[in-house]
């Protein structure tokens, strides 16, 4: 038979670390439990704590209301606790990676995430919304995001349609001679 932990409380960055890695083995071990089983309980209860500690510890600022964006948010971090860009470096990888992502000409990847959550301790469901303002200069990273924030496809004739680029026939092309 298997034991239900017991519910923990959640009182500083510690404990937090703590409770989110157990948290995160136990529905590892137990993904498929029923709903209303005892496991199911202490999933949820366990889930609301570490998210009270969480929305207490990393409030996101009331005058953003919803409409707040991660890289907004990185800023203001990063200017609450005086970092330079150059000392934020460390969790973009590299210097050149910041600063695009900063500037919005990159997208965050996991690993940007995953190293802001916990380095910075930013909420990972800040980190993981699109931005507001579109990404420029970068197509592939354009499309980590939802349509109505990548840039509009290029239209190949007046018709308001896209179309696929003509594909070339292998049965075109030339072959040099070599009859002379």
């Given at each position: 038979?298997?034991r239900i932990?017991?519910?923990?409380?959640?009182?500083?960055?510690?404990?937090?670390?703590r409770?989110?890695?157990?948290?995160?083995?136990?529905?590892?071990?137990?993904?498929a439990?029923?709903?209303?089983?005892?496991?199911a309980?202490?999933?949820?209860?366990?889930?609301?704590i570490?998210s009270?500690?969480?929305?207490?510890?990393?409030?996101?600022?009331?005058?953003?209301?919803?409409?707040?964006?991660?890289?907004?948010?990185?800023?203001e971090?990063?200017?609450e606790r005086?970092?330079?860009?150059r000392?934020?470096?460390?969790?973009?990888?590299?210097?050149?990676?910041?600063?695009?992502v900063?500037?919005r000409?990159?997208?965050?990847?996991?690993?940007?995430?995953r190293?802001?959550?916990?380095?910075?301790?930013?909420?990972?469901?800040?980190?993981?919304?699109?931005?507001?303002?579109?990404?420029?200069?970068?197509?592939?990273?354009?499309?980590?995001?939802?349509?109505?924030?990548?840039?509009?496809?290029?239209?190949?004739?007046?018709?308001?349609?896209?179309?696929?680029?003509?594909?070339?026939?292998?049965?075109?092309?030339k072959?040099?001679?070599?009859?002379?």
């Amino acid at each position: 038979m298997n034991r239900i932990p017991l519910v923990k409380p959640v009182t500083n960055d510690d404990d937090h670390r703590r409770v989110a890695d157990a948290l995160s083995a136990f529905v590892r071990r137990h993904h498929a439990c029923a709903k209303g089983s005892p496991e199911a309980a202490y999933l949820h209860a366990q889930a609301l704590i570490l998210s009270d500690y969480e929305k207490q510890r990393w409030p996101i600022p009331k005058e953003w209301g919803n409409d707040w964006d991660p890289v907004d948010y990185i800023k203001e971090v990063a200017a609450e606790r005086c970092l330079p860009q150059r000392e934020l470096a460390f969790c973009f990888g590299s210097q050149p990676n910041c600063s695009a992502v900063l500037n919005r000409r990159r997208g965050l990847t996991l690993p940007m995430i995953r190293k802001l959550h916990a380095k910075l301790g930013i909420p990972a469901d800040i980190l993981i919304r699109a931005p507001k303002a579109p990404l420029h200069g970068n197509r592939r990273a354009a499309a980590f995001y939802p349509e109505e924030l990548s840039p509009a496809p290029v239209l190949r004739d007046g018709t308001g349609t896209p179309r696929p680029p003509a594909k070339a026939s292998r049965n075109h092309v030339k072959k040099p001679s070599t009859n002379q």
